[in-house]
């Protein structure tokens, strides 16, 4: 991975851009400049073409694989995937290249403790080992220890050391910190319940005001609580892990200005609380409208309050032009593919919107911004069910990911494949032959022109246009983002 690359055929003088590749007896030399992680190259459409491209060169494929592209992207559900499939393939793989770098220094450890000596090179390494499970120890993760199975297996190893010294000199190769975290979240959500009903009892205790706007606030302190790494190679056990939680509930309440003397979340009631107001405010989203008076529902002695607030979002209502929104239904979706050429004679002033926010920033949002959200939603729903239609009725076609899900920074919000060709499609609602599209939107799509669909959603019809933007769509600036010194 360079950060700038030039070199010359028959000479002639080039220069890769940035997601460009060049193979120089195989070495593969791939442009990332301005990429800060591999994480950043996971979520570009770009990279994961490069690397799957590079790696059909490797293996001597004709074409690139789609698989590639989920190793690069999504590892622990392809290494799932190919351990259900791939057994005999595996084994034999393991025969070939022997064990891990981070294996084999565990291992070289256990035996220097343990007075063994341990070729850690050979083909049949496991055999030296007969007091260990081959298969068992094979779902180890010597790099990382994130997962149950590794866990256990060290606890498995130190009962077999005599000595506390002889323990903690292994352990201190072992980094547990990935279990760590993984256990102390598990732990997080499962006493989510209890953390909010200690909120509303103490909120509701004190009767203050001024505190009870915290009560959501504080629920999203909770929700982004993170582990701080501070147990390492040290093992733990369950009620460590609520510990720790409670003390960071009871610095999380400190912060806000609320003293509970006692944190025990596991005492604590799982007790819901609910909108006390239902015959007001009776949906989620209407609760929404409200922002940072939302509070006012789940407490006492606020109806008129809460009812004033109702009148004024009313009034707001009626002073606006609405937007309707079609409910998801479970209706059949009408569908059609429109190849690229028609798109030029039919789809005409295309807005590019270049105020392109960070993805998570909180900023504040209008009720308009939050319906064409809820449109953006329903119309998502309508394409995941007309592409699993589609994958059904015709076997061309196959359902991908709805990737927006779990990254909304991605440029696009499905893959799918069309003859097992892999194509990214990004869905808008458009009621007026124009829709909205954002810088980033646009980027993505500039570099994958060929395999970048949109998908337009009028009611229950989803029309997908091919490789839209080959058809150079007119579009122009809705806003602009302007910087400048203050003097």
Known sequence: MVS????????????LDNGEFVNVENNYFLNVNGLSSIEEMKSSTTYCDA?????????????????????FQGFDFTKKYIDE?????????????????????????YGELNGLSLNVDASDFYSQLPEFNEQEVKKVDFSNWHNKESVDFIKKVLD??????????????????????????????????????????????????????LFFPIQDDYSNMEYDNKWGHEQKEDKDYLSS???????????????????SLENELAEEHGN?????IQSIQDEKDLEDGRWLLYFEGNRETVEVLKRHLEKNDNSNSTIETAESTESEIDGEFVESDIIIETKKNYKN???????????????????????????????????RQLAQEDERYKYGEWVSKRDDSAGYDFTYLVEEQRRLLEVKASNNNSFIISDNEYSVAKDNKDIYDIAIVE?????????????????????????????
């Open 276 to 280: 006390l107001y239902s015959d007001l």
């Open 245 to 263: 939680l409670n003390q960071k509930v009871k610095e999380i309440f400190y912060r806000k200005g609320i003293f509970v003397e006692n944190i």
């Open 51 to 71: 690397i799957a491209e590079i790696l059909g060169m490797v293996f001597k494929m004709e074409t690139k694989n789609e698989h590639f592209i989920h190793v």
């Open 353 to 387: 919107n270049c105020n392109n926010s960070q993805s998570g920033s909180k900023t504040h949002k209008t009720k308009a911004e939050r319906r064409n959200a809820k449109l953006g939603e329903e119309a998502e729903k309508k394409v995941d069910r007309y592409l």
């Open 459 to 487: 009611g229950n019809k989803v029309t997908i246009y091919k490789s839209f933007f080959k058809g150079k769509p007119h579009m122009k600036p809705k806003n602009f983002e302007v910087s400048f010194d203050l003097k």
């Open 4 to 15: 700038q690359c030039e070199y010359s055929i028959k000479n002639q003088e080039y220069k």
């Open 160 to 213: 077999k050391l005599e000595t506390t010294d002889q323990k903690n000199e292994l352990l201190r190769i072992v980094d547990l910190s990935a279990w760590h975290k993984n256990r102390f979240n598990s732990i997080k959500e499962k006493f989510m319940g209890r953390f909010v009903h200690k909120l509303w009892s103490v909120l509701n205790e004190e009767a203050n005001n001024d505190k009870r706007k």
């Open 85 to 109: 499939t791939r057994k005999d393939e595996i084994a034999e793989c393991f025969k070939l290249l022997g064990i891990s770098p981070a294996e084999k220094v565990f291992w070289q450890k």
